[in-house]
T-cell receptor, first 113, second 115 residues
Framework: GESVGLHLPTLSVQEGDNSIINCAYS??????FIWYKQESGKGPQFIID?????DKRQGQRVTVLLNKTVKHLSLQIAATQPGDSAVYFC????????????FGSGTRLLVRP | DGGITQSPKYLFRKEGQNVTLSCEQN?????MYWYRQDPGQGLRLIYY???????QKGDIAEGYSVSREKKESFPLTVTSAQKNPTAFYLC??????????????FGQGTRLTVV
């Protein structure tokens, strides 16, 4: 079936280290992916997106990598800071599915001081 | 400022009662969505609407109803038929019509508790 999921439910990293959050998807028709950050008690915030015709996109301290061969998506956060502690979701959007977002179950990132 | 506003932030409901959660956006977005989030879990789609006066069921629509009479408003009613309504509810909107997909903007959520 269709699914967007995450490998690790919780990731603990030392402040200043790099973080890598992974996401797997099962539908090869997926053509657009988004990473969201959700802090406790708040709505998700857009971080970065990537289209299926790209394999890498960089933002400020964040990089998203897309491997269509193995249907894998990752979010890399450089020099992780305490403010990065949150739950991170990947979401899938396909233009042929009525613009419906499909979310993974999320990964909690904990930053140790 | 442009954005999405959900109200109330906290809502308590007695068993057997219907309650309506408000979602308003001034981003001029065509598409709006309602998601449910349970503790430690991801977002599940309840209903979505691509245009005024039209909406479709998501993955967990049973026990919920919506309306889309205005572009900027997409209220969600949690009916007494919803057996486990305690959850965090998130509303989102997005620009419709971009062939390569689009990001969705989220409200700050409504936490509903059945007492």
């Amino acid at each position: 079936g269709e699914s967007v999921g995450l490998h690790l439910p919780t990731l603990s990293v030392q402040e200043g280290d790099n973080s890598i959050i992974n996401c797997a998807y099962s539908n090869s028709a997926s053509d657009y992916f988004i990473w969201y950050k959700q802090e406790s008690g708040k709505g998700p915030q857009f971080i970065i997106d990537i289209r299926s015709n790209m394999d890498k996109r960089q933002g400020q301290r964040v990089t998203v990598l897309l491997n269509k061969t193995v249907k894998h998506l990752s979010l890399q956060i450089a020099a992780t800071q305490p403010g990065d502690s949150a739950v991170y979701f990947c979401a899938e959007n396909r233009a042929d599915s009525s613009y419906k977002l499909i979310f993974g179950s999320g990964t909690r990132l904990l930053v140790r001081p | 400022d442009g954005g999405i506003t959900q109200s109330p932030k906290y809502l308590f409901r007695k068993e057997g009662q219907n309650v309506t959660l408000s979602c308003e956006q001034n981003l001029n977005h065509d598409a709006m969505y309602w998601y449910r989030q349970d503790p430690g879990q991801g977002l599940r789609l309840i209903y979505y609407s691509q245009i005024v006066n039209d909406f479709q069921k998501g993955d967990i629509a049973e026990g919920y109803s919506v309306s889309r009479e205005k572009k900027e408003s997409f209220p969600l009613t949690v009916t007494s038929a919803q057996k486990n309504p305690t959850a965090f509810y998130l509303c989102a909107s997005s620009i419709r019509g971009q062939l390569d997909g689009t990001e969705a903007f989220f409200g700050q959520g409504t936490r509903l508790t059945v007492v």
